[in-house]
């Protein structure tokens, strides 16, 4: 039988109540049995995980550039020039055949490519906090007392006594 509630503990007289029935005791004597109740609390901790990651790619393109550049080349004119007439020299080689080369001269454009670093990309790594509200399920143990199979006088905490009449 209940004898009485108080801070969470439900105190109870007679041998009706077995540890089998009572299912937490902790303590017995013959005159009283002790019930305790149970609750969860819900703690948060935290650990290190990885959250993702990011690739950065690096592409080659290509394209044409055009620069300008002066070359200088030469150049042959060829011009006929009448002179006066003149007699003919004995070391003259007037009627023999040939060719007669002349060279010309001049520049082209060679193309040199030479890699530079232009710039770089700064890749940083900060630590942000964020305040999240972390919410799940917790246990709790609830105390009812059947009133109806009080048969004597009994009280419970912030209550007067009660006399159950048949």
Do not use: C, W
Request: glycine content about 4%; proline content about 2%; charged content about 35%.
């Amino acid at each position: 039988m209940v004898a009485r509630v108080a801070q969470n503990r439900v105190y109870v007289r007679g041998t009706g109540v077995t540890a089998e029935t009572a299912q937490m005791t902790t303590d017995q004597t013959d005159r009283e049995l002790r019930v305790p109740v149970a609750e969860e609390r819900l703690t948060v901790g935290k650990r290190a995980v990885e959250l993702g990651e990011v690739d950065i790619r690096k592409t080659v393109v290509e394209e044409e550039q055009t620069v300008p550049v002066t070359l200088r080349r030469e150049q042959l004119h060829i011009e006929e020039v009448d002179i006066e007439d003149r007699p003919l020299r004995a070391d003259d080689d007037a009627f023999n055949e040939g060719v007669i080369t002349v060279d010309l001269r001049g520049e082209e454009a060679v193309v040199a490519k030479e890699a530079v670093i232009t710039g770089e990309v700064v890749i940083e790594k900060d630590a942000v906090s964020e305040e999240r509200q972390i919410t799940d399920t917790v246990r709790k143990q609830r105390v009812d007392v059947d009133r109806s199979t009080i048969t004597e006088t009994t009280t419970t905490r912030g209550q007067q006594p009660k006399t159950r009449k048949d």
